[in-house]
């Protein structure tokens, strides 16, 4: 089997951040206010209360489980946006396809802890991290799921990221992300109110700007422990380890013998936030692709003719997204992960970034 080369914009990418990194030179801090969120949005929105963020997370929480109980696509749609928003409509495909009687699985949930961003410009966040329970289990059920190849729990602490897009714009769930095991949260900067201080995504007093954080665990992800980025990421389930499972299969995909399986870790254009930490680094929240595919050298050779290769087994977690009664595909086999992330990106001169928590799941599936 062989791996694919990296796309030329990620690889530019990674290069610019991992040089940027280890020369640990040319970067300067961004200003405050609206650039946090790394929008430019020149508005100012009010301060969020507690009490204004627990009503909107009782409000998911009710619809959600409301639409698990009556199979309405519609009510669970409502609530959630991006990396949240497709996972949804996955999961309601999935337990259709499977004939899931009704209700179908939802959380509950323990209580939250809030981390109010202070106030800055459209689109603005909170955080709410805390536990939950997939209805009918119990933690000790030790029930566990596939993400990313990577042996996720469904139950235990999530950080779950809400984003209001624009001002009258109803708050929604942009992602959930499930912390690794043993892991927990650093303490969080705040200032006199009790809010937590957001940082722009540019900021160069951590050992990488937030919004490189993405492509440097990317690069990880693609090459392994090999790759210079290496020198900046930490080991771990959710960057080597993604790398190890990708090598043999991620989505449960398989080549057959002479086929090339091809993955690769690409940026996603959803929320992203970056939250400082006490000791002045910061907590990131991003989304990446993670595409995997299955093809007969021709097609990776861009070479002429194609001919048809032994069938590509497809797994029962893609067969919701493609096409009913779907033959197995003998040209090519892509499935593809919308992912959502946190991490944490230390001070410069410091630790590696760690990446701690993930969440979303397939998104999209092909076949030929």
């Known amino acids: 089997m062989a791996h694919a080369t990296r796309m030329a914009h990620l690889s530019c990418g990674v290069a610019l951040a991992v ?46 489980e409301a639409a698990a109980r009556t199979g309405d696509v519609a009510l669970a749609l409502s609530d959630v946006t991006g990396v949240q928003r497709s996972y949804v409509t996955a999961t309601f495909e999935a337990d259709r396809y499977d004939h899931v009687r009704l209700p179908y699985p939802y959380y509950t949930y323990g209580r939250p802890v809030f981390y109010l961003p202070a106030p800055a410009g459209y689109p603005r966040f909170f955080v709410a ?38 001002h009258k714009q109803p708050w929604r769930l942009a992602s ?93 254009d959803y929320a992203r936030l970056a939250l400082r930490t006490a000791d002045g680094g910061a907590l990131v ?19 002429e003719p194609v001919n048809p290769g032994p069938p590509i087994t497809v797994p029962a977690d893609l067969m919701p997204l493609l096409t009913l009664g779907q033959k197995a595909p003998r040209v090519e086999l892509e499935g593809q992960d919308l992912l959502s992330f946190a991490a944490i990106d230390p001070p410069a001169g410091s630790a590696k970034i760690q990446v701690i928590a993930i969440g979303g799941g397939l998104d999209y599936a092909s076949a030929s």
């Open 176 to 268: 959930t992300s499930q912390l690794t095991a043993g892991t927990s949260l650093p303490p969080l900067a705040t200032n006199g109110g009790g809010h937590v201080l957001a940082l722009p995504l540019s900021t160069g007093t951590l050992l990488a700007p937030p919004d490189v954080v993405g492509p440097l665990q990317a690069a990880v992800v693609d090459d392994g422990p090999s790759s210079p980025a290496a020198s900046a990421v930490a080991n771990g389930p959710l960057t080597t380890g993604i790398y190890q499972a990708a090598r043999t299969f991620v989505q449960g995909i398989y080549p057959p013998r002479g086929d090339v399986l091809q993955w690769a870790l690409d940026g996603a």
């Open 19 to 64: 040089t940027a990194v280890l020369a640990v030179a040319g970067c300067t801090s961004g200003g405050a206010g609206a650039a946090q969120t790394g929008t430019g949005a020149a508005s100012t929105a009010p301060a969020l209360t507690t009490a204004q963020a627990r009503q909107v997370f009782d409000s998911y929480v009710s619809g959600s």
């Open 285 to 303: 929240f991003y989304s990446m692709y993670l595409n995997t595919t299955v093809e007969v050298p021709a097609v990776l050779n861009d070479a």
């Open 129 to 166: 991290d805390v536990s939950r329970v997939l209805a009918g289990t119990k933690l000790s059920d030790a029930i566990a799921t596939q993400t990313a190849g990577v042996t996720v729990p469904l139950d235990g602490n999530v950080l779950m990221l809400f984003e209001q897009a624009g």
